[in-house]
Nanobody
Framework: QVQLVESGGGLVQPGGSLRLSCAFS????????TGWYRQAPGKQRELVAR???????DYADSVKGRFTISRDNAKKTVYLQMISLKPEDTAVYSC???????????WGQGTQVTVSS
């Protein structure tokens, strides 16, 4: 059974930075594409960034150039480095892991990111 535990959220001023971490517990981490999604109040959940085991990445247009996703396969951890944060980045950020066969899909509990002065 896979569990995902996020950490690193919090309150930051506009222009600030945060790094989110997602610890993956379970086996076959390399068989999963991992990503970060976010949901702001009153809005649908959206993909922020994802990274495949081979290292290829996808980003939402709104975060390109500001956010960087990475993964450490030895530590089974996925990171989201966020810089130049804006108030519109405020949301609950959730980690996702989906097996490359598409048969298993897991979510973390989410971590709140608030960008405000």
């Amino acid at each position: 059974q896979v569990q995902l535990v996020e950490s690193g959220g919090g309150l930051v001023q506009p222009g600030g930075s945060l790094r989110l971490s997602c610890a993956f517990s379970g086996s076959l981490f390399s068989m999963y594409t991992t990503g970060w999604y976010r949901q702001a109040p009153g809005k649908q959940r959206e993909l922020v960034a994802r990274i495949r085991n081979g290292g290829s990445t996808d980003y939402a247009d709104s975060v390109k150039g500001r956010f960087t996703i990475s993964r450490d396969n030895a530590k089974k951890t996925v990171y989201l480095q966020m810089i130049s944060l804006k108030p519109e980045d405020t949301a609950v950020y959730s980690c996702n892991a989906i097996q490359i066969t598409g048969t298993r899909n897991y979510w973390g509990q989410g971590t709140q990111v608030t960008v405000s002065s």
